[in-house]
C-alpha cells in the first residue's frame, strides 16, 4: 500500500529552536492530518487541514495545506523538551471510508 | 468521556493460540478502525467498519477477523496467531459526518502483541 514520504526521517534540535517538517505523496488528498506519537501510546491528532493552502495553527504548532494538494507541511516554533515523539502526517479522501494513508514518521529529539 | 480504549495493553501467545482484542468509544462515533504498527512500516490498516453490523477489509487483512455487534465496541480476533502478527495494534474511531471535525480519527492507547 502507498506510504508518504516524510522528511526528515529524524532531527535532532536544541531548545529553543524551530522546527519544521513535511510530507509528500503522489496523489492528491482533500484532508491532511498531523499526528503526534510518543513511546508506548498511541498517535494523537494535533492538526486538521480541509483546503488546499490553508494555515491552520494549534499552539506552538502551524501546519500547511499544500497548494498541489499533494504535500503538507509542520512547523514547531521555539521547541521544547515535551516535544519529543514521532510526528506523523496522514491524508485521506472523503468518500473512501476515510481511510487515512499515514507518513512514515518524523523522529523529533530536543536536548536542553 | 474517555475517548477510545483498548484491552488489553499487553499481551504474548503462542503461535497457534487465539485471542481478541477489544476497542470501545463512547463518542458515538460511526466508523472504527483497527491499525498494525510495525517499526519503519508506519501505520497499516487491517480492518475498518463504518457503522454497526458492517465490516471491510483494509490493507493488510489476512489472519484477522473483526465483528461490529455494537455501535461502540469493534472486535478484533486472531484465530491462530503467527509470529509476523507480532505488532502495536492501534483502535481508531472518526467523527461523524456532518460534524466540524468529520474527518479526523481518534486512536486509543495501543496493545502490545508478542507472538512467541
Known amino acids: 500500500g502507498q506510504q508518504l514520504n516524510q522528511s526528515p526521517q529524524s532531527m535532532f534540535i536544541q531548545e529553543g529552536e524551530d522546527v519544521s517538517m513535511n510530507c509528500t505523496s503522489s496523489?492528491?488528498?482533500?484532508?491532511w492530518l498531523w499526528y503526534k506519537q510518543e513511546p508506548g501510546e498511541g498517535p494523537v491528532l494535533l492538526i486538521a487541514l480541509y483546503k488546499a493552502g490553508e494555515l491552520t495553527s494549534n499552539g506552538r504548532l502551524t501546519a500547511q495545506f499544500g497548494i498541489t494538494r499533494k504535500d503538507s507541511f509542520l512547523n514547531i516554533s521555539a521547541s521544547i523538551p515535551s516535544d519529543v515523539g514521532i510526528y506523523f502526517c496522514?491524508?485521506?479522501?472523503?468518500?473512501?471510508?476515510?481511510?487515512?494513508?499515514f507518513g512514515t514518521g518524523t523522529r523529533l529529539q530536543v536536548t536542553l | 468521556n474517555a475517548g477510545v480504549t483498548q484491552t488489553p495493553k499487553f499481551r504474548v501467545l503462542k503461535t497457534g493460540q487465539s485471542m481478541t482484542l477489544l476497542c470501545a468509544q463512547d463518542m458515538n462515533h460511526e466508523y472504527m478502525y483497527w491499525y498494525r504498527q510495525d517499526p519503519g512500516m508506519g501505520l497499516r490498516l487491517i480492518h475498518y467498519?463504518?457503522?454497526?453490523?458492517?465490516?471491510a477489509k483494509g490493507e493488510v487483512p489476512d489472519g484477522y477477523n473483526v465483528s461490529r455487534l455494537k455501535k461502540q465496541n469493534f472486535l478484533l480476533g486472531l484465530e491462530s496467531a503467527a509470529p509476523s502478527q507480532t505488532s502495536v495494534y492501534f483502535c481508531?474511531?472518526?467523527?461523524?459526518?456532518?460534524?466540524?471535525?468529520?474527518?479526523?480519527?481518534?486512536f486509543g492507547p495501543g496493545t502490545r502483541l508478542t507472538v512467541l
Open positions: 467498519s463504518v457503522g454497526e453490523g458492517t465490516t
Open positions: 496523489s492528491i488528498f482533500n484532508t
Open positions: 496522514a491524508g485521506l479522501n472523503t468518500g473512501t471510508a476515510s481511510k487515512l494513508t
Open positions: 481508531a474511531s472518526r467523527s461523524n459526518p456532518g460534524t466540524r471535525t468529520y474527518n479526523e480519527q481518534f
